[in-house]
């Protein structure tokens, strides 16, 4: 992925002037961009390591204190509920002090929760436990997604939005995997497993207070590309869209009841059925039972790391909306696999279902900011990983009642199928122009309007990027214009179609 401004060094040169964004700031700020998605990816995995503690361990859990099926769903539900209920006034938080100082609260604040589970004496300690370490990594999404949402241009978010889920499948993968190495290690001691997330946290908290360089919004800092759209009269900010942010909303929203309730399940789901032998028979070893679950959901996990990257890879601007669709679609025969699958087929089915489930987000994360005004991008992911993770935490105990009364795994995942159908349904609404006003429309339009047809992204951020630069410096406007027209004709169009930059040239 290139990481570009809207102007290059070879524009200060055709206009004989020296560019405030020359060869080394350009490099500095691509460098500064690609440390915020390393960081923030960063955090991202460690937030779903977090999210996937408890399912990693709640076998063990549930024997150290005689907890039944239902109850081991109750301790899901009290990491989730707080992880999603937390979310919308985590987005108020980070609007009002920043993305930065709420990141390193959410990973110091989960460095000392985990640690405390040592200390751990009673079920009712850990479900207060869960409750306040859900709370903490309530706080990742609005501040982390934001960040990446305003530093990035809708035509670049996509990738960077796969970057960044590519590392949260890998933190989902990361949580049974190490559960089960520290279950091998300390034969079924749940509780170093979580003083080993408390060193995670602390230390990647540092590193963030650090390194993290904060993102300075739009309405702090006029770009070349801002002054041009508001000479020419064709600025139109982002404005709140109630109706495609509702729709997007409530599809996350069943699409997170669908991700609860698999997951928490699933190292137990890959055990039963004899679904694990495959790995025995590979490693040569005898593996525990507990340890065994982990590593298999681990195997099925990463495979959702494969298909967040092509998600990112594949997606562009226009296409989005239909492949959200086709992606929360693609939930529904997997769901129907694993509900008739038996033995190592299980294993395959469960890789196959994460590979499809995990490719909606980049696609949704990308598709979400472009209803939502850039200062408010934080609240509006805090409300959305609100309802995903607050109604989603409904699925554990839901999945649980069902396979308490039906058993075996099948009216439950067929109910999830059908919620993932009406998921499918909702980003179909946003390809009618009456219901959904898109970023990338406006920019598209906007294109139009200033150089008659569409031009690529590198002539186009070169030709904004030289005229905004001019409307800023009146002093040397004759001769660079003069220059500039002879470069590209398409400019006389951008020019004359504002009275005001008519004005200013002459």
Same mark, same amino acid.
């Given at each position: ?8 060094? $070879? ?26 998605? #390393?960081? +923030? ?7 779903? #390591?977090?999210?996937?503690?408890? $399912? ?30 937390? @979310? ?11 993305? &930065? ?39 990742? /999404? ?19 939005? *796969? ?28 509780? $170093?497993?979580? +003083? ?22 739009? /309405? ?34 069943? *699409? ?48 959702? @790391? ?88 409904? *699925? ?20 999830? @199928?059908?919620?993932?159908?009406? $998921?499918?349904?909702?980003?179909? #609404?946003?390809?009618? &122009? ?18 008659? &047809? ?6 186009? /951020? ?45």
């Amino acid at each position: 992925m290139t990481w570009r401004l809207w102007t290059s060094p $070879a524009t200060s040169l055709c206009c004989g002037t020296q560019s405030p964004f020359s060869e080394s700031r350009w490099v500095s700020h691509t460098s500064r961009v690609l440390r915020t998605i #390393l960081l +923030v990816s960063a955090a991202h995995a460690l937030v779903h #390591l977090l999210e996937q503690s408890i $399912a990693s361990v709640e076998q063990v859990i549930c024997v150290d204190f005689s907890l039944t099926l239902e109850q081991s769903g109750l301790l899901g539900s009290a990491l989730r509920l707080p992880y999603g209920i937390g @979310a919308f006034f985590a987005g108020l938080m980070a609007d009002r002090f920043g993305e &930065k100082r709420i990141l390193v609260l959410y990973l110091a604040g989960a460095a000392l929760t985990s640690g405390s589970f040592w200390l751990s004496d009673s079920s009712g300690m850990v479900y207060s436990q869960l409750f306040v370490l859900g709370a903490f990594a309530s706080m990742y /999404h609005p501040a982390g997604l934001a960040l990446l949402a305003n530093q990035t241009t809708p035509a670049e978010r996509a990738r960077a939005l *796969g970057i960044h889920g590519v590392f949260g499948s890998l933190g989902i993968a990361s949580a049974p995997f190490l559960a089960g190495l520290m279950l091998s290690i300390w034969q079924d001691d749940w509780k $170093a497993y979580y +003083v080993l997330l408390g060193l995670l946290s602390g230390g990647l908290a540092l590193g963030v207070w650090l390194l993290l360089k904060p993102v300075v919004h739009d /309405h702090e800092v006029r770009t070349p590309n801002t002054d041009l759209a508001a000479v020419t009269g064709l600025a139109k900010p982002i404005r709140f869209q109630p109706g495609p942010y509702t729709a997007l909303v409530i599809g996350t929203a069943l *699409g997170g009841t669908v991700y609860g309730g698999v997951l928490h399940f699933l190292p137990r789901y890959l055990k039963e059925a004899g679904a694990l032998s495959v790995l025995e028979r590979f490693s040569g070893y005898s593996i525990s039972d507990a340890a065994l679950g982990n590593y298999a959901a681990a195997l099925a996990l990463v495979c959702g @790391a494969f298909g967040q990257w092509l998600a990112g890879a594949m997606a562009r601007p226009k296409s989005v909306p239909v492949l959200l669709s086709i992606v929360y679609a693609g939930n529904i025969p997997m769901l129907i696999w694993m509900t008739m699958a038996t033995g190592t087929s299980r294993l395959v089915a469960a890789c196959l279902w994460a590979f499809v489930h995990f490719m909606n987000q980049p696609l949704y994360n990308s598709l979400l900011p472009e209803f939502l005004p850039r200062n408010r991008r934080s609240v509006g992911f805090g409300f959305s990983n609100m309802m995903g993770f607050g109604v989603g935490a409904f *699925g554990p105990p839901l999945v649980a009642q069902f396979d308490e009364r039906f058993a075996d795994y099948t009216l439950s995942y067929l109910m999830l @199928a059908g919620l993932a159908f009406v $998921a499918a349904v909702l980003p179909l #609404l946003l390809l009618s &122009k009456s219901f959904a006003v898109r970023e990338y429309d406006q920019a598209w339009q906007q294109r139009r309007l200033l150089f008659g &047809k569409p031009c690529t992204l590198r002539r186009d /951020h070169l030709l904004r990027g030289a005229c905004g630069r001019l409307i800023s410096s009146r002093s040397r406007l004759d001769g660079s214009v003069s220059c500039l027209f002879r470069m590209s004709p398409s400019l006389n169009r951008a020019i004359r179609i504002s009275p005001s930059v008519a004005r200013l040239r002459s």
